[in-house]
């Protein structure tokens, strides 16, 4: 088990400067901000209790008690998506049996008007009960899962508000089933001496606060000045060391914390969800994340956790405080469109492994693989080509969240590539200030100037930088951002004293065999026999492959394994007659073999760098200087 970090006063600085001793780090600070509003003035309390009396069907019965006054037309609207993750995913689908009733218990007609919103006029006494059921049976950090066994409970999905000017402040009681755990979530207590009520100032914070019940929830805690970090697991933990996991969160959470040198909450949850599937989403007090129950067996499959862990609470600054103009006040029925999305989100996936690393849970092998795979999955992607960064951002809504086949063709992810240029833009601001700035210090002006209500817009971040970097970054950000033009390491590369090489595959020791040949190469991605997609620039685009062809033979010999393996039997340069299904006809295309890529952009410590090259890698990747 690896030791926390023992006190926050032990940590250091080491400025990003030629030779500069490392300096101690000035007092972390507890600081909570304000949940950000929206306009207008905040009403009466609404009242949901969430009752699972038919969880076994996946279904949550949702009770609401609205202020609503007498004699009013009153329409109620849920939310098409939830912040953080830019897609429309019409939660009113999922809602049955709605019914409407006076404050004195009346009856009163509820109509649909449009896909999520219902309109009723209330009685001659003022309030409104609405009640629903909700099928829940999705498990993502996204969306609601219910069953015998567990609850996972987003607000989006879940809550109905009364479309209004301003917003309305709301308590939240569970009624869980005898046998199950209390629920864990990032809301306050509404009543400190009844279990399961809770209380949000607003419906941002409603929406912005999951919860998680169940029989199975292991729930652990640590301090960090005086602030207690909660960690509740639900489900199957039987595979997990979870004191090692919460020593290792300990000791990320107090690098994080103290990269911005604030912590902006009274209390923070991680909510890991052991049930299956996978991915994070951040919340202004918590994290909401899924694994298997086996992730953990393997230790790269652990540090692959701790970094969508490190991720999401790294978002804790970068995104539910420090966040673009246009995405607060939220829009919870519409689209909400940015070209920042690749600081929000490229930037911290630049950091979370970075921070991992420096907080000494990556060793520097690990982290610069990392960082390999980034710039590798960027440069294998055909769509770099064709997708500016700022437009990966805008266009989330209609690209990233709705992948298809032709997508790498077409598409960049502004995680991946937002990732890249952060790296690239962190040297551009180490070189220009002569190592006296760097991005950590453009993040923490930023989370300074523009955290809260104010956002930022693409203009005050790129102001910001040039800022910091003491030039003029525009001709950075135009090439980098802007447009489709290739990325440069070189800069980046000859700071740190690193070499982005190709890794050759191992040479053979008879290079006459004829089994040292080389294998032939179409580049196809399959699906068992099926292609699932077809990427530019490769032989099988070339010969006019489709996704959903069915590979049934090559020049003869039938598909009976892997292509891979069947392919391995011919060599590149070769002329390949290939039978395929086509909507289940056979059809044949000719092809001629590529031969396999090399496993390109691995980058690697230069052992002939110099002192100063050495220096400046070290304060790059141990900014902490006890690490």
């Known amino acids: 088990m690896r030791s926390p970090l023992l006190c926050i006063a032990l940590l250091f600085f080491a400025h990003a400067c030629n030779g500069d001793r490392a300096k101690v780090a000035p007092k972390l600070t507890h600081q909570p901000s304000e949940v950000p509003k929206a306009a207008g003035e905040i009403r009466a309390t609404t009242q949901y209790t969430l009752k699972f009396d038919d969880a076994q069907h996946h279904y949550l019965h949702v009770r609401a008690v609205y202020p609503a006054p007498a004699n009013q037309v009153v329409e109620l609207s849920m939310a098409v998506w939830t912040p953080g993750s830019y897609l429309v995913r019409e939660y009113a689908r999922?809602?049955?049996?709605?019914?409407?009733?006076?404050?004195?218990?009346?009856?009163?007609a509820i109509s649909k008007t449009r896909k999520n919103r219902w309109s009723v006029t209330t009685g001659a006494n003022p309030g409104l009960v609405v009640?629903?059921?909700?099928?829940?049976?999705?498990?993502?950090?996204?969306?609601?899962?219910?069953?015998?066994?567990?609850?996972?409970?987003?607000?989006?999905?879940?809550?109905?508000?009364?479309?209004?000017d301003g917003q309305r402040a709301a308590t939240v009681e569970l009624v869980l089933?005898?046998?199950?755990?209390?629920?864990?979530?990032?809301?306050?207590?509404?009543?400190?001496?009844?279990?399961?009520?809770?209380?949000?100032?607003?419906?941002?914070?409603?929406?912005?606060?999951?919860?998680?019940?169940?029989?199975?929830?292991?729930?652990?805690?640590?301090?960090i000045e005086g602030v207690t970090h909660h960690v509740a697991h639900l489900g199957d933990v039987s595979q997990w060391d979870t004191e090692e996991a919460l020593a290792d969160i300990e000791q990320l959470a107090r690098a994080e914390a103290l990269f911005w040198n604030?912590?902006?909450?009274?209390?923070?949850?991680?909510?890991?969800?052991?049930?299956?599937?996978?991915?994070?989403?951040?919340?202004?007090?918590?994290?909401?994340v899924m694994a298997k129950p086996f992730r953990t067996r393997t230790r790269s499959g652990?540090?692959?956790?701790?970094?969508?862990?490190?991720?999401?609470?790294?978002?804790?600054?970068?995104?539910?405080?420090?966040?673009?103009?246009?995405?607060?006040?939220?829009?919870?029925?519409?689209?909400v469109h940015t070209r920042s999305l690749w600081v929000a989100e490229g930037i911290t996936s630049y950091y979370d492994d970075l921070l991992l690393r420096r907080a000494g849970l990556l060793d520097e092998k690990q982290y610069l693989e990392k960082l390999s795979g980034q710039i590798r999955a960027l440069q294998t992607t055909p769509g770099r080509r064709v997708q500016p960064l700022a437009q990966a951002s805008y266009?989330?809504?209609?690209?990233?969240?709705?992948?298809?086949?032709?997508?790498?063709?077409?598409?960049?992810?502004?995680?991946?590539?937002?990732?890249?240029?952060?790296?690239?833009?962190?040297?551009?601001?180490?070189?220009?200030?002569?190592?006296?700035?760097?991005?950590?210090?453009?993040?923490?002006?930023?989370?300074?100037?523009?955290?809260?209500?104010?956002?930022?817009?693409?203009?005050?971040?790129?102001?910001?930088?040039?800022?910091?970097?003491?030039?003029d970054l525009e001709a950075f950000f135009a090439h980098a951002v802007d447009s489709t033009a290739e990325l440069d390491y070189g800069p980046a590369t000859s700071y740190f004293g690193l070499t982005l090489e190709d890794r050759e595959p191992s040479e053979p020791e008879e290079e006459d065999s004829e089994d040292d040949d080389p294998a032939a190469h179409l580049g196809l991605q399959m699906s068992g026999s099926h292609v699932s997609r077809v990427l530019r620039e490769t032989p099988a685009y070339n010969a006019g492959f489709n996704a959903g062809d069915e590979i049934v033979a090559i020049d003869g010999y039938r598909l009976s394994g892997s292509l891979a393996s069947l392919l391995g039997q011919f060599r590149p340069e070769q002329k390949?007659?290939?039978?395929?299904?086509?909507?289940?006809?056979?059809?044949?295309?000719?092809?001629?073999?590529?031969?396999?890529?090399?496993?390109?952009?691995?980058?690697?410590?230069?052992?002939?760098?110099?002192?100063?090259?050495?220096?400046?890698?070290?304060?790059?990747?141990?900014?902490?200087?006890?690490?």
Not at 94 to 108: F, N, Q, S
Not at 200 to 223: C, H, M, W
Not at 594 to 609: A, F, H, I, N, Y
């Open 94 to 108: 999922h809602v049955e049996d709605i019914r409407a009733a006076a404050g004195d218990g009346a009856h009163l």
């Open 131 to 164: 009640e629903y059921k909700l099928y829940c049976n999705e498990l993502s950090v996204r969306t609601n899962f219910v069953d015998s066994d567990n609850a996972v409970i987003n607000g989006a999905p879940t809550f109905m508000r009364m479309v209004e």
């Open 177 to 223: 089933p005898e046998e199950w755990q209390d629920a864990v979530t990032g809301l306050d207590a509404a009543n400190p001496g009844v279990a399961n009520t809770f209380q949000a100032k607003n419906y941002d914070e409603l929406v912005d606060s999951p919860l998680i019940a169940g029989r199975e929830l292991l729930v652990q805690t640590f301090d």
């Open 262 to 288: 604030v912590l902006p909450y009274e209390h923070y949850h991680f909510l890991n969800v052991v049930l299956g599937g996978g991915g994070g989403l951040e919340h202004l007090d918590s994290t909401l």
């Open 302 to 335: 652990y540090r692959n956790w701790l970094g969508l862990v490190a991720h999401e609470f790294f978002h804790t600054w970068n995104v539910k405080r420090l966040r673009p103009k246009s995405l607060g006040p939220f829009d919870y029925e519409n689209e």
């Open 395 to 471: 266009d989330a809504w209609i690209k990233y969240y709705r992948s298809d086949e032709n997508s790498p063709n077409t598409a960049t992810s502004y995680y991946t590539k937002g990732a890249v240029v952060a790296f690239l833009l962190d040297v551009e601001i180490r070189v220009a200030s002569g190592g006296k700035k760097s991005l950590d210090d453009l993040m923490r002006l930023m989370h300074e100037r523009y955290s809260g209500d104010v956002g930022y817009t693409p203009s005050d971040f790129r102001g910001a930088a040039s800022e910091v970097a003491g030039v």
């Open 576 to 627: 390949l007659s290939i039978t395929i299904a086509r909507r289940g006809r056979l059809r044949v295309i000719e092809a001629i073999a590529g031969k396999t890529p090399k496993e390109l952009w691995g980058l690697s410590v230069d052992e002939s760098r110099s002192l100063l090259q050495k220096r400046r890698y070290e304060q790059w990747i141990r900014e902490y200087a006890n690490l």
